[in-house]
């Protein structure tokens, strides 16, 4: 692996992009890891069928939406959600619910996995956008395509937007915003792009880190192969937990937001991006596809 080490933090030695190995399992788990894969992926591809067919154009936060949201999360075995609030002690749930964003507000999230869409999805309903290394504009996406780009880099500018347009043109939805512009393993936060600054100038941003347990249903290398194996490792276990961290809405400065995600998910803010992720990834399948010609 000391060929991949520029694509380390020069500050910690962290490695933001490799895979994360699964958990130690026993080999004669296998079957039962199999008939669980096999079991739930009907169900998963009958409730995705549904959301992309019918619930999909129903009005943003409806019932059968999040309904719908929560059964395919529910189906791979996301039951249980460990929900924190930073600051609020725990037990005091009417100050909990009184520090989490609401509609015109925007949300800066961690970057990790597809889970981080499909959750964020079922809890707010939300507008996702997709954030650019050097532009101050973001893209808006569909569900569906938030979920691609976890799978890819991010496509080309075009049709790009402020986020106080965007904001103002929907002031009941809240905004998504994955300032990191491309996923990592979940051990730190990338630089940020400058899409924050986009805000209004009374607009207050939101963090939230998620992180998952077990850790390794992340996708931090693009390439659809990665989808049948996220597919694997997350309908092939028992259950999946998620935490989640969100803290008091803060000003819109990237420093307060890359430290109050670093903080709130335990990780370190790196000095690497979306241009070192291009480079180490161009390196990691030359390196795979010259070991397979081996």
């Not at 130690?24 to 409730?47: G, N, Q, V, W």
């Not at 309903?125 to 569909?142: E, N």
């Not at 092939?236 to 937001?257: G, K, M, N, Y």
Request: net charge positive.
């Amino acid at each position: 692996m000391e060929k991949y080490g520029q694509y380390r933090d020069k500050g910690s030695g962290i490695a933001p992009f490799f895979p994360i190995a699964p958990p130690d399992s026993s080999p004669l788990l296998a079957p039962y890891h199999l008939f669980l894969f096999s079991l739930r992926m009907p169900f998963m591809i009958f409730a995705c069928a549904i959301w992309i067919f019918l619930v999909q154009w129903m009005p943003a936060g409806g019932a059968l939406r999040k309904g719908n949201l929560w059964c395919i999360l529910g189906i791979p075995g996301v039951w249980w959600v460990d929900v924190r609030v930073d600051g609020v002690q725990r037990g005091s749930l009417g100050k909990a619910i009184q520090k989490l964003p609401g509609p015109g507000s925007i949300i800066a999230a961690s970057y990790s996995s597809p889970l981080d869409i499909l959750y964020l999805a079922a809890i707010f309903d939300p507008i996702f956008t997709q954030s650019f290394p050097k532009s101050r504009k973001v893209k808006q996406l569909s569900l569906e395509s938030a979920v691609a780009s976890c799978f890819c880099f991010p496509g080309p500018e075009s049709g790009l937007v402020d986020l106080a347009e965007l904001s103002r043109t929907n002031p009941n939805r809240i905004i998504i915003v994955f300032p990191e512009t491309t996923t990592s393993n979940g051990r730190g936060v990338l630089r940020l792009s400058p899409s924050l600054l986009s805000a209004g100038r009374d607009t207050r941003v939101t963090p939230i880190s998620l992180k998952y347990t077990p850790s390794d249903v992340v996708t931090p290398i693009p390439g659809w192969i990665e989808a049948p194996r996220f597919l694997w490792k997350l309908c092939s276990r028992q259950t999946h937990c998620i935490r989640v961290r969100p803290t008091e809405a803060e000003q819109r400065a990237l420093d307060l937001i890359a430290e109050e995600l670093s903080r709130l998910g335990r990780v370190k803010t790196l000095g690497l991006g979306l241009e070192e992720k291009i480079q180490f990834v161009n390196a990691w399948k030359g390196n795979t596809k010259s070991t397979k010609r081996k």
